[in-house]
C-alpha cells in the first residue's frame, strides 16, 4: 500500500502538493469511490485509481531533469503572458509538462531545475530535506566582516529570523560586493531581503548552485538534461538527507545522598535515547525517588 499522492507525483501528473490538492477537491476515485482524505493509501497492482477521468496506470518510468541557465527577466512559471517570457519558451514544446523545481525570481538568474518526477520535485523542495541552494550576489556599498557575521548567525525578516548559513565575501570595490550565500530555506526573495537587512541592496543575483548542480559553463538561456548517474546523485543526495536527532544530554549528580545520584548517561541517539529516558526515569520512581525522575525528565527533554 502506497499513498495514492506519492504514485500520481510519481508519474508525473502533479507534485506532490498537488496530488494532495487533486485528492481533497474529489478528483481522485478509488475503486469506484471518490476520496478526498490526502493521506489515503491504495495498492496500484489491485486498485484501480481514477485521477480526473482517467486511470491512473503505473509503470516503470525514467526520471528526466532539465538543467536551465535561466536568464535574468524571464518568469518562471508555465503561464504564457504576452508581455513576459517564461522559462518554458526556452524549451522545446515536448518539456511544456515539467515542473520547475523551486523558483527564480523574475529578475534573478542561475541554475533552474525542471522535471516530469513529482516526488522528485517534493523531495528537493520540501523544507525538511534541506536542499542547499547557492547565490552570487552583487550589493551595493562595502561590506563588513561583522554584517557577514549577522548573515551568519541569521537575520531578522518579516516572516522570521533566517537558519543560520554560509557566507563570504568574494571580492568588492569602493561602491560594490560580491557576496556568496549558501542557504537551505526556500523563501520568497530570501536572499535580496537577507542582504536588504544589513543594509546592502542587491543589484544583480545569480543562483550558481542547487543542491549540488551548477552550470558549469552553460550559457545563459541553454539548458541540458542531466545523465542518468546525476539524477540519481541528485536524489540521493535529498533522500539520505534526514534531520539530525536531539543529543541525549548527561545527567550531572545531584547534591543529595549517593543513593540519590544519577549515573551520567551515555551519548544516545533516536529511539535508543528515548529508551534509555524511559528506563531511567521508571527505575527512579519505582525506587520511590520522586525529584530523581523528575530531573532525569528535565535534562532529556
Not at 502538493?17 to 493509501?41: F, M, Q
Not at 515536448?94 to 523551486?102: A, L, S
Request: a positive charge; one cysteine or more; aromatic letters at 4%.
Amino acid at each position: 500500500m502506497e499513498r495514492v499522492s506519492k504514485l500520481i507525483a510519481r508519474i508525473g501528473i502533479a507534485s506532490r502538493r498537488g496530488a494532495e490538492d487533486l485528492i481533497t477537491t474529489g478528483e481522485v476515485s478509488i475503486n469506484g469511490h471518490y476520496v478526498r482524505e490526502p493521506g489515503v493509501k491504495a495498492d496500484p497492482r489491485r486498485d484501480k485509481i481514477v485521477v480526473s477521468g482517467r486511470p491512473l496506470i503505473i509503470t516503470e518510468k525514467t526520471t528526466t531533469v532539465i538543467l536551465l541557465h535561466k536568464p535574468k527577466s524571464v518568469m518562471t512559471t508555465r503561464d504564457k503572458r504576452e508581455d513576459r517570457q517564461t522559462v518554458f519558451d526556452l524549451l522545446p514544446h515536448k518539456f511544456r509538462t515539467f515542473h520547475p523545481i523551486g523558483r527564480l525570481d523574475f529578475d534573478t538568474s542561475g541554475v533552474l531545475l525542471l522535471t516530469d518526477d513529482g516526488e522528485l520535485t517534493h523531495l528537493l523542495t520540501h523544507p525538511s530535506h534541506g536542499a542547499e541552494k547557492e547565490y552570487e550576489a552583487r550589493v551595493r556599498g562595502e561590506v563588513l566582516p561583522g554584517e557577514l557575521d549577522r548573515l551568519r548567525k541569521g537575520v531578522r525578516l518579516e516572516d522570521g529570523v533566517t537558519a543560520p548559513c554560509y557566507a563570504r565575501l568574494v571580492g568588492q570595490s569602493e561602491k560594490n560586493a560580491l557576496v556568496q550565500l549558501r542557504i537551505r530555506e526556500g523563501r520568497n526573495r530570501q536572499v535580496r531581503r537577507m542582504l536588504d537587512s544589513i543594509g546592502h541592496p542587491v543589484s544583480s543575483l545569480r543562483r550558481t548552485k542547487f543542491a549540488g548542480v551548477e552550470l558549469e559553463g552553460l550559457q545563459s538561456g541553454s539548458f541540458r538534461i542531466l545523465l542518468p548517474g546525476e539524477v540519481k546523485v541528485l536524489r540521493k543526495r535529498v533522500e539520505t538527507k534526514v534531520k539530525a536527532p536531539r543529543r541525549a544530554r548527561s545527567t550531572p549528580p545531584l547534591k543529595a545522598a549517593p543513593q540519590s545520584k544519577v549515573a551520567p548517561q551515555p551519548e544516545l541517539k533516536g529511539k535508543e535515547a528515548q529508551r534509555a529516558r524511559d528506563k531511567a526515569r521508571h527505575a527512579a520512581w519505582k525506587r520511590g525517588q520522586s525529584e530523581v525522575a523528575r530531573r532525569i525528565e528535565k535534562e532529556w527533554q
